[in-house]
């Protein structure tokens, strides 16, 4: 077994996290993200509609999300949650989304751009002596065949329904978030059918934790998905952040939620 290059990261709290940071460095790095997180969350590609919503914890943080069009035939989704809050998780999410927008020739192929972020991942690690770490879901969807390509490096298992059958399966398999060792990549594929629709979230919505101190969870998650089935993708994703926020019964937001939703038509 391979020895992680880094200990497993872990959260921290964003209240004492921010404690050493300015009002300035907040308010730079908020800017920052702002530009860098797309104005509309759409998929913009024949017989396909999407949404994105995304809300910090604080004023910045770690979560992002994006649909890049890779060219006529291609988009890439990616779903991103950098481990930690405050504006080092800011600084580094802008740097992965920033290698993203430029559409490197490794954008192209899940396993290709998801070793070139690990590795990136670890040198920052290596220097800065801690780790640098991310979980990422990065999916190449070609239109024309309806064929996805991708790899959930560390954020909880996508979910595939069936809006005509009612069916809920769990997608590919979870691997290892990036930044903590060295790894192979390896892609899963999935061919979309009509009437399908994929659902992903990042860990604050399934750790979201109310006054007794219950976690929100897959179970949560899924019958929410399943009910509001036909509802358009931006007021499902609404839907499931007002339930979230229910179940929550006035306890405080504690890590960034982002839910991502994808229909073949």
């Not at 921290?12 to 921010?18: A, G, N, R, Y």
């Not at 290698?99 to 490794?106: C, G, K, S, T, Y």
């Not at 979309?192 to 179970?219: H, I, M, W, Y």
């Not at 358009?232 to 960034?256: E, H, L, M, W």
Request: net charge negative.
């Amino acid at each position: 077994m391979i020895k992680p290059r880094f200990p497993m990261p872990c959260d921290f709290d964003p209240i004492s996290s921010s404690d050493c940071e300015s009002e300035l460095d907040v308010a730079l790095a908020a800017e920052l993200q702002t530009a860098l997180m797309p104005a509309d969350w759409d998929i913009d590609t024949p017989n396909y509609r999407a949404a994105a919503l995304n809300r910090m914890c604080g004023c910045v943080g770690g979560d992002f999300c994006d649909f890049i069009r890779l060219n006529a035939d291609q988009v890439a989704i990616a779903v991103g949650d950098v481990t930690g809050r405050g504006v080092r998780a800011s600084l580094l999410m802008a740097k992965i989304m920033s290698l993203l927008h430029r559409r490197p020739i490794e954008c192209s192929r899940p396993a290709a751009l998801v070793r070139m972020l690990n590795e990136m991942l670890l040198d920052l690690g290596d220097r800065v002596g801690s780790a640098m770490s991310c979980s990422l879901f990065y999916m190449v969807l070609d239109t024309p065949t309806d064929t996805a390509f991708f790899i959930d490096a560390g954020l909880p298992t996508p979910i595939l329904t069936d809006r005509r059958t009612g069916t809920l399966i769990r997608l590919g398999l979870p691997r290892l978030m990036l930044g903590v060792e060295e790894f192979e990549p390896e892609e899963c594929c999935h061919t979309f059918l009509p009437g399908q629709r994929l659902t992903l979230c990042s860990d604050g919505v399934l750790n979201a934790t109310n006054s007794k101190n219950l976690q929100f969870g897959e179970d949560h998650l899924e019958q929410a998905i399943l009910r509001y089935a036909d509802t358009p993708c931006k007021a499902c994703a609404q839907t499931i952040f007002a339930i979230v926020d229910n179940f929550r019964r006035g306890t405080r937001q504690r890590d960034d939620e982002t839910i991502l939703i994808v229909d073949r038509l």
